[in-house]
């Protein structure tokens, strides 16, 4: 995680606290599944920029399963958590709090018995204020599937006739 602002002092603090607490906010704030084992590292400090590294691992990933199938999410974390409301007919500007970019790349180490059935298409989605873009990776030699993830949200201010492009968007 490269955080910037009031994020650095907030992934800083977070850093000082009990393995408990760490795992606490990750589920609670951040919207992380449980894991079986959690460990963060301060990777750099440098001017305004701190980069964090959460380390996970799970016994169990699979959000269903049938037979010898395993259905994996792309992430396994909430992206957006927040609720744009669905307002067809706005008349003033919509405003987030800040903008940012949410980059994440998520790696399952598939048991040696298993193999993909598929691997979904890359997807990418724009509009004026921001993009999501997806790929998928398989490695057959590893047996490892990667899911590379880009979310950037560039402006802050969305004026009400963007307004519904913007609300498909998310």
């Known amino acids: 995680i490269f955080a910037t ?27 992380y599944k449980l894991a079986d084992e959690m460990h963060l590292e301060k990777v750099t400090d440098s001017g305004n920029n701190f980069h964090t590294k959460i380390n996970m ?11 010898s199938r395993l259905f994996l999410l792309p992430r396994i974390y909430k992206l957006w958590n927040e609720n744009i409301p669905d ?26 018995n298993y193999s993909l059935d598929n691997v979904p298409a890359a997807a990418d989605f724009k509009f004026d204020g921001g993009y999501y873009t997806t ?20 402006k802050t201010r969305v004026a009400a006739s ?3 492009k913007m ?4």
């Open 5 to 31: 602002g009031d994020f650095k002092s907030l992934f800083y603090d977070l850093l000082m606290k009990n393995e408990d607490d760490q795992k606490r906010f990750c589920v609670n704030d951040l919207g």
């Open 57 to 67: 691992q799970f016994e169990k990933i699979p959000e269903f399963t049938t037979g």
């Open 87 to 112: 307002d067809t007919s706005r008349k003033y500007d919509y405003y987030f709090s800040f903008p940012f970019h949410k980059a994440d790349t998520t790696v399952y180490m598939l048991p040696a």
């Open 135 to 154: 790929q998928y990776e398989y490695d057959k030699n590893k047996n490892q599937l990667s899911i590379i993830t880009d979310f950037v949200l560039q």
């Open 162 to 164: 963007e307004y519904k």
């Open 167 to 170: 609300h498909a968007f998310f």
